[in-house]
């Protein structure tokens, strides 16, 4: 009997891995998660019984509990980081401690351990600014904040780590959307979503500028089908995945027409008019993936989980908020990693 997959999710307790864990876990693989856990302790309790999940609460920067994390494991996938713009402002040392410093060895590692395959989850938000209508994987990188220059530089050291037998590939989601066991309600869709249905108002910053967008579910099932699609059609390969570029504005306006026309569109000015679009025709042509759901759908999502009370005090609760939470806790300290 040939043994499952073992699959290590680095920040698996993150707002993507609170629903990429048990969907794997329910495909049948053994995983792995090595995350803080900052935002949501008790986030996969209903599989604290399953044998093929097995957690570490830790620090990727502790290259000791990657280690053992990652022993036995077959895959990585690398969603840790701190994450967005202004959570890395905050502490940009930390930051760069975080993203870039603590790649390579996380890399060596992995590869120590016998993981065969390496997927890093980068940013669209490396292309910078352009004005191509479609923004493809050959554009130059032109990032234009610490975060973004690090996520390129992560992909340039992971594609120097290429070797046979280590698989590699760099992914450049969107901004994700809908809800997740692990929400977050600091990204665009979200944001306006939960303004609109707790609130009855949205405030519109700008709103000519354009936001690629990805729904949740979708991402998740592209992380999953990496996972066991062929080597040959992803080893160095970087992709983009998208699936609607909306402006801001038109976001906002796809919110009032879901959650109801009572709700208020405020536009005010702004000087941040950073626009951000891509094209992901090659993830389409190469791995024939193409999202199904729409930033309509989800957004019905999310008023769906504030009407069954699933979302506490969401204007306020630092934990789906990234920069509060960072705000809160001390990251700079040492931490021990446990197993749960």
């Not at 610490?146 to 992914?171: G, H, V």
């Not at 709700?263 to 008019?273: A, E, M």
């Not at 930033?295 to 999502?301: G, M, R, S, T």
Request: hydrophobic share 40%.
């Amino acid at each position: 009997m040939i043994s499952p997959t073992t699959v290590l999710v680095t920040g698996g307790a993150g707002y993507v891995g609170s629903k990429l864990v048990p969907r794997l876990l329910e495909l049948g693989y053994k995983v792995h998660v090595l995350d803080l856990y900052l935002f949501h302790r008790e986030v996969f309790s209903n599989f604290e019984n399953d044998p093929n999940l097995v957690q570490f609460v830790g620090d990727i920067r502790d290259t000791n509990l990657v280690a053992r994390a990652a022993s036995g494991c077959d895959i990585l996938i690398h969603l840790a980081c701190v994450s967005n713009d202004p959570s890395f402002e905050l502490d940009p040392e930390l930051g760069k401690s975080i993203n870039y410093d603590a790649f390579l060895p996380l890399i060596r590692r992995a590869k120590s351990a016998g993981v065969r395959r390496f997927i890093y989850i980068s940013s669209s938000s490396v292309y910078g600014i352009k004005n191509n209508q479609y923004v493809t994987e050959d554009l130059p990188l032109e990032p234009l904040t610490d975060y973004s220059k690090f996520k390129a530089m992560c992909e340039e050291t992971l594609l120097k780590e290429s070797e046979r037998n280590f698989t590699t590939l760099i992914l450049r989601p969107a901004t994700v959307c809908g809800y997740a066991p692990r929400l977050r309600l600091d990204l665009t869709v979200n944001i306006l979503t939960n303004h609109a249905v707790n609130r009855g108002r949205i405030t519109v910053y700008g709103g000519s500028q354009l936001r690629p967008n990805i729904h949740i579910d979708d991402i998740v099932d592209l992380y999953a089908f990496c996972i066991s699609c062929p080597a040959k059609l992803i080893d160095r390969q970087i992709f983009n995945v998208g699936f609607e570029n909306y402006s801001v504005m038109e976001i906002a306006k796809i919110v009032k027409t879901e959650v109801g026309k009572n709700v208020k569109i405020v536009r005010s000015s702004t000087n941040d008019l950073r626009s951000y679009h891509i094209s992901s025709k090659k993830i389409t042509d190469v791995l024939e993936f193409v999202p199904k759901n729409s930033v309509a759908d989800a957004v019905n999502e999310l008023i769906w989980a504030f009407q069954k009370g699933l979302v506490f005090q969401p204007m306020k609760n630092s934990k789906y908020f990234n920069v509060k939470t960072f705000q809160d806790v001390n990251l700079s300290k040492s931490f021990n990693g446990a197993v749960v």
